[in-house]
């Protein structure tokens, strides 16, 4: 489990037509140990190798690389780092699977005074999880919803996310990961199976 809040931007040394990544993170590689989990850019991966140099091995399954961002994935790309949640550790965020529920694309992006506002397209199926003044994860950082729309919705960046995480240099039409509340995802099909 994890909150949302990155820890540091790791970068993306090498990668196997996406299967298999090795990410330079000195912080999430401080303490990890073979098996632990660390969310890469908000999804869940298990750490297969550590090099000792800051940096960790992962792989990623082809269900991962269908539903996720990770495929495209190049070396020296940016990823939004985080360990797993320590039992005695503050939820700063909000609850955070590492289970990606699909991949939107940045629409658009206003730049504000101190922070920018972004749009984010995903697919009706799953905007209809998204409530306003709810979580969202995207690319691992957890977000407040602004706005929604039938297949759209909007976030605020503010200072610390614009400079702390790779949502600063969101372009338009980039890819992100996106998993909503799981509050949202239970209720939705306690409703599916009671008619």
Not at 24 to 37: F, Y
Not at 53 to 64: H, I, K, L, N, Q
């Given at each position: 489990m994890f909150t949302?809040?990155?820890?540091?931007?790791?970068?993306?040394?090498t990668s196997q037509d996406g299967s298999q990544l090795t990410i330079?993170?000195?912080?999430?590689?401080?303490?990890?140990?073979?098996?632990?989990?660390i969310a890469?850019?908000?999804?869940?991966?298990?750490v297969t190798e550590l090099t000792g140099?800051?940096?960790?091995?992962?792989?990623?399954?082809?269900?991962?690389l269908r539903r996720t961002a990770l495929g495209g994935l190049r070396p020296g790309d940016p990823v939004n780092l985080e360990r797993s949640l320590r039992a005695d550790a503050r939820l700063g965020g909000h609850v955070v699977q590492g289970h990606v529920d699909g991949v939107g694309t940045v629409l658009s992006r206003n730049p504000g005074p101190r922070w920018d506002t972004v749009r984010i397209g995903l697919d009706r199926e799953l905007a209809r999880l998204v409530a306003e003044?709810?979580?969202i994860t995207v690319s691992g950082v957890s977000?407040?919803?602004?706005v929604v729309g039938e297949d759209w919705f909007e976030v605020g960046l503010i200072p610390t996310t614009l400079a702390?995480?790779?949502?600063?240099?969101?372009?338009?039409?980039a890819r992100v990961n996106l998993e909503v509340d799981v509050l949202a995802k239970y209720v939705a099909r306690l409703l599916e199976t009671q008619g």
């Open positions: 949302g809040i990155v820890e540091e931007v790791g970068a993306v040394l330079r993170g000195p912080l999430a590689a401080s303490d990890a140990r073979h098996g632990d989990s890469v850019d908000g999804v869940c991966l298990t140099d800051g940096s960790f091995a992962v792989d990623v399954m082809p269900e991962t003044k709810g979580a977000l407040t919803v602004t702390d995480t790779t949502l600063g240099a969101l372009a338009v039409g």
